[in-house]
C-alpha cells in the first residue's frame, strides 16, 4: 500500500525551531521529494523540494530558515524549520513524484502552529 507517513508538526512559540519527517512507503522510483504548506484561506505553496539528484528549491519565503534533506535511500525527507515565524502556521503536506511519468502522490498533512 502506497503511503507518505508524516511527522514533527506541533505548536511552537516564535523563533523556535521543528522538524517535519515524511517517509515514503511502497513508492518506487521517487523523482522529488518535497513540502507544501496550506494556511487557513489561502491555496496550497510551495515550501522545499529535492530531486533524487540532490538538486534544491526554496520559497523565498524560507530561504535560510527551511533546510530540506534526505535519506541515501531517498526515501525519507525532512524539513528543519528554525527561526519559525507565525507566517509559517499551516499544514504541512509531503509530496512525491513518482515512476516514469512523476505522478504525484500527497501525506495527509501535519500541522505547524506558530504562536506570538
Known amino acids: 500500500q502506497v503511503q507518505l507517513l508524516e511527522s514533527g508538526g506541533g505548536l511552537v512559540q516564535a523563533g523556535g525551531s521543528l522538524r517535519l519527517s515524511c517517509v515514503a512507503r511502497?513508492?518506487?522510483?521517487?523523482?522529488?521529494m518535497g513540502w507544501y504548506r496550506q494556511a487557513p484561506g489561502k491555496q496550497r505553496e510551495l515550501v522545499a523540494t529535492?530531486?533524487?539528484?540532490?538538486?534544491?528549491n526554496y520559497a523565498d519565503s524560507v530561504k535560510g530558515r527551511f533546510t530540506i534533506s534526505s535519506d541515501n535511500a531517498k526515501t525519507t525527507v525532512y524539513l528543519q524549520m528554525n527561526s519559525l515565524k507565525p507566517e509559517d502556521t499551516a499544514v504541512y503536506y509531503c509530496?512525491?513524484?513518482?515512476?516514469?511519468?512523476?505522478?504525484?502522490?500527497w501525506g495527509q498533512g501535519t500541522q505547524v502552529t506558530v504562536s506570538s
Open positions: 529535492i530531486t533524487s539528484d540532490d538538486r534544491i
Open positions: 509530496n512525491v513524484l513518482y515512476g516514469s511519468r512523476r505522478y504525484p502522490y
Open positions: 511502497s513508492i518506487f522510483i521517487i523523482n522529488v
